[in-house]
């Protein structure tokens, strides 16, 4: 009988080794590669079902089983992720971006589900709230972490949350940005090597969520709402002057502080490119001055009422996209910094976006049908150790057309001139197919 089966698959067995060595018991090492394979292959559903029909008929009990109602533990798996993800695309000029995708569901008994604002619908629906953290150098991202957001409609209910299953640990309540810094330390206690974290609005308008990078010696750049106060960099503390009462005993800042599209009105607005786009250079207006944040402890200033007092220095980005519409950012790169790195930098954020449409359209992602905690996430896990290996695969492709365009170009005459000149770009732009 002639094999049939397609090469990426025996590459897969290959590729998921270490991962397997990690599951140990015999019958999860046969599951987790049909499991991640059903993801993989053809059919418009990435549920159990639909997967165990196509791939494995006899094995639906024992596939929904292993995702779903299994002992066994996921963080060795996790661990692994980080292990191949940083092989992949680690490094100083990595970044680490922070950010969340929602999944629409129906009904109340999913774990989670809950009314809230979902981005891919642009519009408060009924969902789960993943958390996610994507791992990317150029222009190839990882995702390396998806935990669910518990909405308080589900922290105040402990019988809900038990019968989801929700484990002790995770069922006080949290804030999507206190979960991304705890997703950061097991990040970075992995060894995972970026250069910068990156975060929208949703993330970056959290003092102490910038204040936890900080603390943890990070670099990042994130966006913040267009009233986001700050103060000019060259503000001072002075002693204010009593005009009546006891003297006063605390310092106050010499200025008030402004909101950041007000800090920008009269800045200097320069075009910038930051890279090459489908249709093009990508360019929009940007203009930067350094500032001092508004996240200090809060004080009584005068007769203004209480205002945060100037915390670290930063720089203030705006953008002015063409289509009109204006966003405005913070970031701790050094004072020396150019406005292009800037814009770059910021920009890099896009990556993530990528990987969640990838994601679900392509590895379902979104189509797990179970109620339980433990299933979502298991689910969620092996979606992204299948785009860890599909990435693999991009990358060594992309290696290998690159070490044939060199071996063309050493095989041409020495005299022979091009009939054209090739743009300069990134290989990884360039010689990347689609997943």
């Known amino acids: 009988m002639v094999n049939t089966t397609p090469k990426w698959e025996d590459e897969l067995g290959r590729w998921l080794k270490p991962f397997l060595d990690r599951l140990g018991h015999k019958a999860r090492r046969r599951m987790c590669p049909l499991y991640i394979s059903g993801l993989i292959g053809p059919g418009d559903r990435k549920s159990v ?38 092989r992949l695309v680690g490094g100083s000029d990595a970044v680490l971006v922070i950010d969340d995708t929602a999944m629409p569901k129906k009904g109340d008994r999913s774990v989670g589900v809950a009314p809230q604002y979902a981005s891919s619908l642009g519009k408060t629906a009924n969902c789960q709230t993943l958390v996610s953290l994507t791992l990317a150098r150029g222009e190839v991202p990882v995702m390396v972490a998806l935990r669910l957001f518990v909405p308080e409609s589900w922290t105040s209910n402990p019988v809900r949350l038990k019968r989801a299953g929700v484990p002790v640990e995770h069922r006080a309540a949290r804030t999507k940005p206190e979960i991304s810094l705890a997703e950061i330390d097991r990040v970075i206690a992995s060894g995972v090597r970026f250069g910068c974290v990156l975060a929208d609005a949703g993330y970056g308008l959290s003092a102490p969520f910038r204040q936890g990078l900080t603390t943890r010696g990070l670099v990042w750049a994130v966006g913040i709402p267009r009233h986001q106060k700050v103060y000019p960099v060259e503000v001072k503390l002075i002693w204010p002057v009593a005009g009546r009462g006891r003297p006063r005993k605390r310092h106050i800042p010499d200025v008030l502080s402004t909101a950041a599209e007000d800090m920008l009105a009269n800045a200097k607005w320069q075009n910038v490119s930051w890279r090459n786009g489908t249709k093009g250079r990508l360019e929009a207006r940007f203009a930067a001055v350094r500032v001092r944040t508004a996240d200090g402890p809060p004080q009584r200033i005068k007769d203004m009422g209480q205002q945060h007092l100037p915390g670290d220095e930063a720089w203030l980005i705006g953008e002015h996209r063409t289509s009109g519409e204006k966003k405005y950012y913070l970031a701790n790169l050094p004072a020396k910094t150019k406005l292009r790195t ?55 492709q992309a290696g290998r057309k ?34």
């Open 342 to 396: 800037l814009a770059a930098t910021i920009k890099a954020r896009w990556i993530c976006e990528q990987a969640h449409q990838q994601l679900k359209e392509e590895l379902g992602l979104d189509h797990f049908e179970g109620r339980s905690w433990q299933g979502l996430h298991r689910h969620a896990l092996m979606t992204m150790i299948a785009y860890a290996f599909l990435q693999h695969r991009r990358l060594a």
């Open 402 to 435: 690159k070490k044939n365009q060199r071996s063309t170009a050493s095989a041409e005459p020495a005299g022979r001139t091009p009939s054209h000149r090739r743009s300069h770009r990134s290989t990884t732009t360039s010689a990347m197919p689609v997943l």
């Open 49 to 86: 079902q639909p997967m165990a029909t196509r791939l494995a008929p006899g094995d639906y009990d024992q596939l929904h089983h292993f995702i779903a109602d299994g002992v066994w533990d996921a963080a060795p798996l996790e661990s692994e992720l980080l292990v191949q993800a940083d």
